[in-house]
């Protein structure tokens, strides 16, 4: 496997047609002739599983901030930790500081790992009740929302913020390293 391959591989994202989770949403009912007792209260059992698949998306969103917060927690001490210990020029000698160099880029790549698998299974989560809502009523998020802001397209309507989180654990590794390559000139 080349680089390239190798780096698409872990850094792209690919997204499952709309009509293979379609196909996996809906159980296929040998009831050919339904009375509409049975699909009122289908309907019902459907509102159901969309509000509770609605709470686990806001669930999984809240456990994305909260761990958000805690890496933004843990740099911001780093950060303070460095500049409390910094005296100028290093007492060892500049290559020692290659181990926690190494030490806070892993932990910046475990950071952006983590935001991109929580904007992953968002996005498939959103999808389901995208699917969900074709047999509610009405569609607030699949259609409405989603067209309001512009499906995404126009960034003055709307810019996905999973999009501006990855680029935090990015910007404090190149931080960490322009820091490294300063302690290093000095």
Same mark, same amino acid.
């Given at each position: ?72 927690? &843990? !740099?911001? /001490?780093?950060?303070?930790? *460095?500049?409390? @210990?910094?005296?100028?020029?290093? =007492?060892?000698?500049? +290559? ?24 992953? &299974? !968002?996005? /498939?989560?959103?999808?389901? *009740?995208?699917? @969900?809502?074709?047999?509610?009523? =009405?569609?607030?998020? +699949? ?41 290093? =000139?000095?």
């Amino acid at each position: 496997m080349d680089r390239a391959s190798m780096l698409r591989k872990y850094f792209a994202t690919r997204v499952t047609p709309i009509e293979q989770v379609r196909q996996t949403v809906w159980k296929s009912l040998d009831n050919s002739n339904p009375s509409d007792e049975n699909k009122e209260f289908e309907r019902i059992i459907i509102l159901e599983q969309y509000k509770l698949y609605v709470e686990m998306a806001d669930r999984i969103s809240a456990r994305r901030s909260l761990t958000n917060t805690f890496f933004l927690s &843990l !740099n911001t /001490a780093i950060f303070a930790s *460095i500049a409390a @210990l910094w005296t100028g020029k290093a =007492a060892t000698q500049p +290559w020692v500081l290659v181990f926690p160099l190494l030490a806070l880029l892993t932990q910046c790549f475990a950071w952006f790992f983590v935001v991109r698998a929580y904007r992953q &299974l !968002n996005s /498939a989560k959103y999808t389901v *009740i995208g699917l @969900l809502e074709e047999r509610l009523p =009405a569609s607030p998020y +699949w259609r409405a929302e989603w067209a309001a802001l512009g499906e995404g397209k126009d960034k003055t309507k709307y810019w996905p913020m999973t999009h501006l989180e990855q680029w935090i654990p990015v910007l404090f590794a190149l931080t960490y390293i322009g820091g490294f390559v300063a302690a290093l =000139a000095s």
